[in-house]
């Protein structure tokens, strides 16, 4: 079992949805969690950085942290076809901060 | 200009060849890595560095080196590329304060 799980999709919905997105994983040690977007060709751009539990909204981003599940979301409203990309999850924990990265979900965002 | 540069973008080689791929970066963090990126497998490390004397390997190191040439400079060797090597290459940079790390756009490299 890898130490971070993420479906890689594809997850394709209409424009408007609400998308969710999610990572399991298996280390209670990680304490820091991001969510990356990567568009085709690109480098992934950090997208949403959480410390511990909890939520954290920026826009038409939330992202939640549950660590007594261990389980993170990313939740995108109003989702356009714009955010059209790959979304990886990565967690780490303190000390040398080095994540490791789930395998990412495609998702499809069509008009 | 982009604060994680790498070069070059894409790069074909045959079987055998020694190849570089180089990174720079103008964000002043102390920390960076060299990923590679292949479909259903995600992002794995290769090396990292936390300074200009400090050098480790990562979960897959074996048939790559690396040197750290200054704070802003990190390249990566491929000493006798093989096929299995045709990946996607990341570095990446980050400070020493916290995880989040800051990419490059990559190098597509394709060893024949």
């Known amino acids: 079992q890898k130490e971070v799980e993420q479906d890689p999709g594809p997850l394709s919905v209409p424009e408007g949805a609400i998308v969710s997105l999610n990572c399991t994983y298996s280390n209670s040690a990680f304490q820091y969690f991001m969510w990356y977007r990567q568009y085709s060709r690109k480098g992934p751009e950090l997208l949403m950085y959480?410390?511990?539990?909890g939520n954290k909204e920026d826009g038409r981003f939330t992202a939640q942290v549950d660590k007594s599940s261990k389980y993170i979301s990313l939740f995108i409203r109003d989702s356009q076809p714009s955010d059209s990309a790959t979304y990886l999850c990565a967690m780490s924990q303190g000390g040398s901060y080095i994540p490791t990265f789930g395998r990412g979900t495609s998702l499809i965002v069509h008009p | 200009d982009a604060d994680v540069t790498q070069t070059p973008r894409n790069r074909i080689t045959k079987t055998g060849k020694r190849i570089m791929l180089e990174c720079s970066q103008t964000k002043g963090h102390d920390r960076m890595y060299w990923y590679r990126q292949d479909p259903g497998l995600g992002l794995r490390l290769i090396y990292y560095s936390f300074d200009v004397k400090d050098i480790n390997k990562g979960e897959i190191s074996d048939g790559y080196s690396v040197s750290r040439q200054a704070q802003a400079k990190f390249s990566l060797s491929l000493e006798s590329a093989i096929p299995n090597q045709t990946a996607l290459y990341f570095c990446a940079t980050s400070d020493s304060t916290g995880p989040p790390l800051h990419f490059g756009n990559g190098t597509r490299l394709t060893v024949t």
């Open positions: 959480t410390y511990s539990s």
